[in-house]
């Protein structure tokens, strides 16, 4: 019975391992498989989040959905990461990097990369988030578009559609009051952001970068 357990325990592992492998693209990892929420973790208010059509439809109370999946152990510091997104009117919404799982309210540590498109906040997407603002809107509602974002030891690039939004070069000294808001590493999240938003993501992709 042990040695039945043994192998079962070893093709599992090895049908895993496989399956990972397999989802890597010229160094890409896909983060969602566009069927359920698996490597993916949401604290409260965890309706906000539900799949739709191969997307994750993101709509109500604010909520974060967090990675915590096995590529890279869900920890990166230097990396690209996309994502196919569509906003509809008046949404808000964002991405997280180098954050971690909280059980609720706004993540105390990393960036957000703004997804706005017509929110009366006007912030719009493309921005790191109250670092460095894009007053443009770049991209219209009711469509897809990709979100890129690079980080690349204190360097962070981020464009939409392939067009440069923000560079930004993380100074050596920061103020106080930015606590958790600076490069270290972690993993994602995505943003709920209030009842009124409703926003989609797929194709969400990651490459580990040296």
Avoid at 63 to 73: K, T
Avoid at 85 to 99: A, C, K, L, R, W
Avoid at 126 to 134: E, H, N, T
């Amino acid at each position: 019975m042990k040695r039945i357990c043994y192998y079962a325990f070893v093709l599992f592992l090895l049908t895993h391992v496989s399956f990972a492998q397999k989802k890597s693209k010229d160094g890409w990892y896909s983060l969602f498989d566009g069927k359920s929420f698996d490597g993916w973790k949401v604290g409260d208010n965890a309706s906000t989040f539900s799949i739709e059509n191969g997307t994750i439809a993101v709509n109500g109370p604010v909520a974060h959905l967090f990675y915590v999946g096995p590529v890279n152990n869900h920890d990166w510091k230097n990396f690209e990461f996309k994502a196919q997104v569509m906003t509809t009117p008046g949404s808000n919404s964002g991405i997280y990097f180098h954050t971690e799982f909280q059980q609720g309210s706004w993540p105390d540590k990393g960036y957000e990369v703004q997804v706005n498109n017509s929110h009366t906040d006007w912030r719009r997407t493309g921005s790191l988030y109250g670092i460095q603002d894009v007053k443009d809107t770049l991209v219209k509602d009711n469509i897809w578009y990709t979100e890129h974002i690079i980080v690349k030891d204190k360097h962070v690039t981020i464009k939409i559609n392939d067009k440069v939004a923000v560079e930004y070069d993380e100074p050596a000294e920061l103020p106080a009051n930015r606590k958790g808001r600076r490069i270290s590493s972690g993993t994602f999240a995505l943003q709920g952001h209030d009842p009124k938003s409703k926003v989609y993501f797929k194709d969400i992709m990651v490459k580990p970068l040296p």
